[in-house]
T-cell receptor, first 113, second 117 residues
Framework: QKEVEQNSGPLSVPEGAIASLNCTYS??????FFWYRQYSGKSPELIMS????GDKEDGRFTAQLNKASQYVSLLIRDSQPSDSATYLC?????????????FGAGTTVTVRA | KAGVTQTPRYLIKTRGQQVTLSCSPI?????VSWYQQTPGQGLQFLFE???????NKGNFPGRFSGRQFSNSRSEMNVSTLELGDSALYLC????????????????FGPGTRLTVL
């Protein structure tokens, strides 16, 4: 079983719609969760981090965390063509002295104008 | 505040050669992590350094090595290059320690694209 799994996509949404991205993780003790956006040919850019159960909102982005279900999601409201990118879910597994991030394979989002 | 910088941005090498990549973290960040990104395997963790000490290592062969200097700058070295080493090599910096939960927020540099012929 992969440590971090994301819905495979690609996900196509019309401009102005909500894009919903999902991520599950295997290590129940994980404490830190991140969403990165990666444009084609560029490096990943951190857009959201979440550490507690519930919702965290930042502009048009909302991250949701449910540790009991080992599930983290990202909602993009009022999607814009500039949101077209691959979104990577990253998790910090909780092990002694473990500082690495485990990444999902990514979900490619295309926003149709 | 300047971001993470990596040099060189592009490299072309032949099988059997070795290569050294460099990473300068965000000012004040003491942790540097290295990742390999390929279309087939995605982002794979190589190793992480904090205050010149390797704290974590991923599942890569010993041909991949790294080090960190007292100014937090880091280098990674790949010896005896193989065709399969062609990839985008990314470094990311973070605070690495602290009371805030955000100490492990990692910020990526632009990457070094390595092509092995």
């Amino acid at each position: 079983q992969k440590e971090v799994e994301q819905n495979s996509g690609p996900l196509s949404v019309p401009e102005g719609a909500i894009a919903s991205l999902n991520c599950t993780y295997s290590d129940r003790g994980s404490q830190s969760f991140f969403w990165y956006r990666q444009y084609s040919g560029k490096s990943p850019e951190l857009i959201m981090s979440i550490y507690s159960n519930g919702d965290k909102e930042d502009g048009r982005f909302t991250a949701q965390l449910n540790k009991a279900s080992q599930y983290v999601s990202l909602l993009i409201r009022d999607s814009q063509p500039s949101d077209s990118a691959t979104y990577l879910c990253a998790v910090n597994p909780l092990l002694p002295n473990d500082y690495k991030l485990s990444f999902g394979a990514g979900t490619t989002v295309t926003v149709r104008a | 505040k300047a971001g993470v910088t990596q040099t060189p941005r592009y490299l072309i090498k032949t099988r059997g050669q070795q290569v050294t990549l460099s990473c300068s973290p965000i000012s004040g960040h003491r942790s540097v992590s290295w990742y390999q990104q390929t279309p087939g395997q995605g982002l794979q963790f190589l190793f992480e350094y904090f205050s010149e000490t390797q704290r974590n290592k991923g599942n890569f062969p010993g041909r991949f090595s790294g080090r960190q200097f007292s100014n937090s700058r880091s280098e990674m070295n790949v010896s005896t290059l193989e065709l399969g080493d062609s990839a985008l090599y990314l470094c990311a910096s973070s605070l690495g320690a602290g009371l805030s939960s955000s100490y492990n927020e990692q910020f990526f540099g632009p990457g070094t694209r390595l092509t092995v012929l």
